[in-house]
């Protein structure tokens, strides 16, 4: 924060702080002191399940009954309106759910991350991009427990096991690397504009809709004229839960251009999301 001196009419130092000129700061030198941090933000994670109960028994069972019992609700509804159903199915809406809740969930709290911790960001200095990191820690923690729910489901629903199904993990990792982004990104948005928070859920909501989560990927290719095809991948969930739900549901190989396209989102959104963030975190103090 610098500071100038301006003489008053009584001849008065009076101290008039402006914040940061907006930019990048050195970038080998902030990644020097991220790593450094890393505890602090485990720490910082670690208070924040403890403070939504997420290491008692009902904390989490909640994480696992809530997305169930909204997969059940989807699946009702779909398998009133439409021909689709079958375990598979049902299979198939809780692994898109579990995944999204997680998506969503780590873009939710980095959304508040920052103007949450005001205290923190006006009382120690730390690279800030800590704080949407943390939220992403928080809510991938609480996506773990979901993880042999959802196992036990394929078993029960004769899931095709295959090798094919760890590379479930290359998808889940991207996941992983987009939310970091995107809870920069929201983080960064929530301290200029204060209703993004608001606007957030519904958002959320429609990108449900629009993702493989309620329907398979098949399902958009063959409803859809073909000239639409090529542009489903311009929504990174597209490839991004629809390859995971592909690979660890039914075994099957996504096509190359899922591949790309869920690599080629996780690094925009993390190269893109750090590098606003960064730009913009030295100017934090004098907006929250």
Do not use: C
């Amino acid at each position: 924060m610098a500071a100038k001196a301006v003489k008053s009419k009584w001849d008065a130092d009076l101290q008039v702080y402006e914040p940061h000129k907006i930019g990048l700061p050195n970038i080998k030198q902030y990644y020097r002191d991220l790593r450094t941090r890393i505890p602090f933000a485990v720490q910082f994670s670690r208070s924040g399940i403890k403070a939504a109960h997420s290491q008692t028994v009902f904390g989490q069972m909640w994480l696992v009954f809530n997305p169930l019992l909204l997969a059940m609700v989807y699946y009702i509804l779909v398998s009133l309106l439409s021909d689709r159903g079958g375990i598979e199915y049902l299979a198939h809406i809780v692994g898109g759910l579990f995944v999204f809740f997680f998506i969503s969930g780590s873009i939710s709290a980095g959304a508040g991350s920052v103007t949450g911790g005001g205290r923190l960001i006006l009382n120690m200095a730390f690279p800030r991009l800590l704080m949407p990191l943390a939220a992403v820690r928080t809510a991938f923690f609480r996506f773990i427990p979901t993880l042999p729910v959802y196992i036990l489901i394929n078993i029960v629903a004769g899931a095709r096991w295959s090798w094919n199904m760890l590379l479930g993990v290359v998808f889940l990792f991207l996941i992983v690397v987009f939310s970091v982004g995107m809870a920069a990104i929201m983080a960064t948005l929530q301290v200029y504009f204060r209703d993004t928070t608001s606007f957030l859920p519904y958002f959320l909501r429609i990108w449900l809709y629009l993702s493989p989560v309620l329907w398979f990927v098949e399902d958009a290719e063959s409803r859809l004229p073909a000239h639409i095809h090529p542009f489903l991948v311009f929504n990174p969930l597209f490839s991004l839960i629809g390859g995971w739900t592909d690979l660890t549901l039914r075994g099957l190989m996504p096509e190359p251009r899922i591949w790309i396209a869920a690599f080629v989102w996780a690094v925009i959104a993390l190269v893109g999301g750090a590098l606003l963030f960064m730009s913009r975190e030295r100017d934090f103090a004098v907006r929250i």
